[in-house]
């Protein structure tokens, strides 16, 4: 079989170790007979497993214990609602810092339940760049400070950490969690879905400081009531099995490569070889995000060609190079690179893209 290397930006890529690992135990589950999937979440087998993809993720990121973690239905997307709903608390207004696709739709959604204070934003500058520091115009009587440590869609990535002085700092780190180390104490909560470098699709991880987990507003449901689900331990209803067993399984393939030190030392060799290419192509292909507020998970660039982005993409498919294709909001190209894309995949890119290049450099 010839390889393969998916680019897609989530579901993404899963390491071949883990997969494998599943496939072999689908149908007899740690000799249960029976497969995961078929396993109650009400015994013990099942919870064991979701206590250790706790214990273990907590080891990773070396989360302190008056963090609590909890795995959450409704994905990302679910928390634009959850945060305000459980934080707010007897605050009306929050703050939130605009770059992009995913933080503008936490805004409009944030502006369901409270007075919005859009902190800083670079809608102006099409979201090539996040802005620094002093361009941010904090609230002092905001209930938190919303961003998106990486905008998946528009390729732009904090490469600090945004101070929101007392206000508690919330971010939707879905696409770059566990690409790098992080203060999990600088933040009052974390979260991110699972099907960017977690694994299968199906849960969203809460990670949340205890005093802020009791803030909740009397109409939030209760199978997303923070401090509810704490107690529960998760398991106040079905949870997505399958999706915890095989996060369990990814965490435990991150520590035994190395750790988060390791993902970032890969992400960072990962992107650097690709923009590389993309800026030494002589303008054939460009990224438009600023040198400073570049991804290190999510490469978006263009064709100077834009009638040339669907050859492009049906060739690099060809190669067995696949799900290339930029956010549907945005076009051009995007290539994720998740913790289980290995350095070869993006070798393969960037020598598919010098080829296309010279082959196409004069169509015009
Ligand atoms: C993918 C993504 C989301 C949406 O996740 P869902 O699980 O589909 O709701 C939100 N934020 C960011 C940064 C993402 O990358």
């Known amino acids: ?160 950490l945004p101070n929101s002085g007392r206000v508690p700092l919330v971010v939707d780190m879905t696409s770059d969690f566990l690409t790098r180390p992080f203060d999990v104490a600088s933040y009052g909560m974390i979260y991110a879905s699972s099907q960017k470098n977690i694994g299968s699709a199906g849960f969203t991880v809460v990670i949340i400081r205890e005093d802020l987990l009791d803030r909740a507003s009397h109409i939030t449901p209760q199978v997303f009531h923070y401090k509810a689900q704490s107690e529960a331990h998760s398991l106040l209803n079905t949870p997505v099995t399958f999706a915890v067993y095989l996060a369990e399984k990814i965490f435990r393939w991150i520590e035994a490569q190395g750790g988060l030190q390791i993902m970032e030392r890969n992400a960072i060799a990962r992107s650097h070889q690709l923009y590389r290419a993309i800026d030494e192509s002589d303008g054939f292909y460009r990224c438009h995000v600023e040198l400073s507020s570049r991804s290190l998970v999510n490469v978006c660039y263009t064709l100077q060609n834009n009638t040339l982005t669907p050859l492009f993409l049906q060739r690099a498919a060809e190669r067995g190079l696949i799900n290339l294709g930029g956010h549907s909001a945005l076009g051009g190209i995007r290539a994720s690179l998740y913790n289980a894309m290995p350095e070869t995949g993006v070798m393969a890119l960037t020598n598919f893209m010098k080829q296309f290049a010279e082959e196409h450099r004069c169509d015009v």
């Open 1 to 160: 079989m010839k390889a393969i290397f998916n680019f897609a930006s989530g579901p993404g890529v899963i390491p071949q170790a883990v997969l494998q690992q599943a496939q072999d135990e689908f149908r007899n589950w740690n000799g249960h007979g029976c497969s995961i999937l078929e396993m109650p979440f009400t015994g013990n087998a099942f919870k064991e497993v979701m206590h250790r993809a706790k214990e273990q993720l907590r080891s990773l990121l070396a989360i302190p214990s008056h963090y609590h973690i909890l795995f959450l239905h409704g994905g990302a997307s679910a928390q634009f609602s959850l945060v305000p709903l459980n934080l707010l608390g007897c605050h009306t207004r929050a703050d939130y810092i605009e770059t992009g696709h995913w933080s503008a739709r936490a805004i409009l959604e944030g502006q369901r339940y409270c007075h919005v204070n859009v902190v800083a934003s670079n809608r102006k500058d099409g979201f090539t760049r996040v802005p620094q520091q002093h361009e941010m115009q904090p609230d002092t009587k905001a209930a938190y400070c919303h961003y998106t440590s990486n905008e998946t869609a528009n390729g732009n990535q904090f490469h600090y």
